[in-house]
């Protein structure tokens, strides 16, 4: 069997979901000896590759770019894990749901800003109405919840994604585009 490529993606999360990984401590190298990390905000790789084995996805979807970003890692990836409650829920993020995209930036950048009011417009993605979790997007195989997910759980999907044994991860129902 060769060995398993995988990924980690960073959308609109707090990156906490990819430090519970990082906790799974001297276990990483473990992993490292059974999976071929191909892509990853933990490193310098600046396109998602094709004929990825399963990908890890931290965050909700709350802007095109996001959206953008979730498609081609599930048209590239056979396994796609939702990590976490902002990619299961929405979470954190969709907590500005219930009073728009464009209130919260001027709360943020003007109204809390009272020596430099600017909504900054370079350079950053333009945020949807509304963020939204994984499977409202793409169908999502395994969703593992907690914030952040403990990293023994992470651990253990990863070593199962490593045995090739995906199948047994996979929900008898799955949610999701
Ligand atoms: Fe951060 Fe929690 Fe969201 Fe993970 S689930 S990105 S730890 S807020």
């Known amino acids: 069997m060769n060995t398993p490529r995988i990924a980690t993606l960073w959308l609109d999360g707090c990156s906490?979901?990819?430090m519970s990984l990082l906790d799974t401590d001297e276990r990483l190298l473990d992993l490292a000896a059974m999976l071929d990390v191909v892509y990853s905000p933990l490193m310098d790789v600046k396109t998602f590759p094709e004929a990825v084995d399963a990908?890890?996805?931290e965050g909700a979807v709350s802007s095109k770019e996001?959206?953008?970003k979730l498609v081609v890692?599930?048209?590239?990836s056979r396994f796609l894990i939702a990590m976490g409650d902002c990619a299961v829920t929405?979470?954190?993020p969709a907590m500005r749901n219930v009073v728009g995209a464009e209130r919260i930036l001027r709360s943020v950048y003007i109204d809390q800003d009272p020596l430099?009011?600017?909504i900054p417009a370079d350079n950053l993605p333009v945020l949807n109405s509304k963020a939204l979790?994984?499977?409202c997007f793409v169908q999502v195989d395994l969703f593992i919840p907690g914030c952040p997910p403990a990293a023994d759980t992470l651990f253990a999907a990863l070593s199962a994604?490593?045995?090739g044994k995906v199948n047994d991860l996979r929900l008898a129902t799955r949610f999701g585009a």
């Not at 890692?73 to 590239?76: E, I, L």
């Open 161 to 163: 994604v490593a045995a």
């Open 116 to 118: 430099n009011p600017l």
């Open 66 to 68: 996001d959206e953008r």
């Open 55 to 57: 990908v890890c996805i």
């Open 133 to 135: 979790p994984l499977h």
């Open 16 to 18: 906490g979901c990819h």
């Open 90 to 92: 929405g979470n954190v």
């Open 73 to 76: 890692a599930r048209q590239r």
